[in-house]
């Protein structure tokens, strides 16, 4: 059977408890129309490059699918029919990847980065070279000289 991986965007104001069922959910569709499902990963609330939906958050979960085409076209159209999920996307693999998601890496590795106190980058204290003068150390407003245009 084809292998695919499926990745779907539930709505930020559903509870965890809420994406676990609509993931059993979306498992037994599969299984009815001769599909498995053979791993998920939750990657937990996270915030969308843009709103959808008027949503700038959502919880995304990713499922690793055994299953004929009708069985995840039936899945996809119960997706586009469910209030709750703002986007999903079904990509068609080879094998599945061994061990944790790409997104799971990078959460280990910015837990890491936080965990050694490495909150600004690696840059030293932001950016722009620190020449300019701290605001406790410029005169303030009403002090400066009074000229030029304002």
């Not at 791993?39 to 609330?45: F, P």
Request: proline share 4%; no cysteine.
């Amino acid at each position: 059977m084809p292998k695919y991986e499926h990745v779907f965007v539930a709505r930020q104001d559903a509870t965890p408890q809420a994406v676990e069922t609509l993931t059993e959910e979306l498992k037994g569709i599969l299984e009815a129309n001769g599909g498995t499902l053979t791993g998920q990963e939750s990657w937990g609330l996270r915030t969308l490059t843009y709103r959808i939906k008027k949503n700038r958050k959502g919880h995304y979960v990713l499922l690793n699918i055994d299953a004929p085409a009708k069985a995840v076209q039936e899945m996809e159209r119960i997706q586009k029919i469910n209030e709750d999920i703002l986007r999903y996307m079904t990509v068609k693999v080879e094998a599945f990847e061994e061990g944790p998601s790409a997104m799971m890496k990078s959460r280990d590795r910015d837990d890491r980065r936080r965990e050694f106190g490495d909150r600004d980058g690696g840059f030293g204290g932001g950016f722009g070279g620190g020449d300019r003068p701290r605001r406790e150390d410029r005169p303030r407003r009403e002090d400066r000289a009074e000229g030029g245009a304002a």
